[in-house]
């Protein structure tokens, strides 16, 4: 199934996440898929634009999130350090930075540029 899907900001294309491993990028206007995100080993669960929309990022049930560039549909960066399948994926409104939550209780701050986990937020008690 397709799990989550969310806006480019300039409203012309949408991004959506699946089960099958990837994330696809579609035009509104024609509905066609013009790019697949492919590299997560397990299904995607989320998706979303950094504000500029230049990049994306994903999260997987393989434990990661990834930093997409678009325009090259290559992956900048492999956010990797969480215990359990990644449920959330977020810019900030700066693009600096982006916040992942899963399943081990716990979310992450990332550099978008670097992808150095910059903090670790924990004290929930059930999977995010």
Request: glycine residues 10%; hydrophobic residues 45%; negative net charge.
């Amino acid at each position: 199934p397709v799990l989550s899907g969310a806006f480019a900001p300039d409203g012309q294309c949408v991004v959506t996440a699946a089960q099958d491993f990837t994330a696809k990028l579609w035009r509104v206007d024609t509905g066609e898929c013009t790019i697949t995100f492919s590299g997560h080993e397990k299904g995607v669960n989320a998706v979303a634009f950094a504000p500029g929309g230049r990049s994306l990022a994903t999260a997987s049930s393989d434990r990661t999130a990834r930093v997409w560039d678009v325009d090259r549909a290559e992956v900048l960066h492999v956010l990797a350090g969480h215990g359990d399948e990644v449920h959330s994926v977020a810019f900030s409104p700066d693009a600096n930075l982006v916040a992942t939550a899963a399943g081990d209780h716990v979310a992450r701050l990332w550099v978008a540029q670097t992808g150095e986990c910059l903090r670790t937020l924990t004290g929930h008690r059930s999977a995010l």
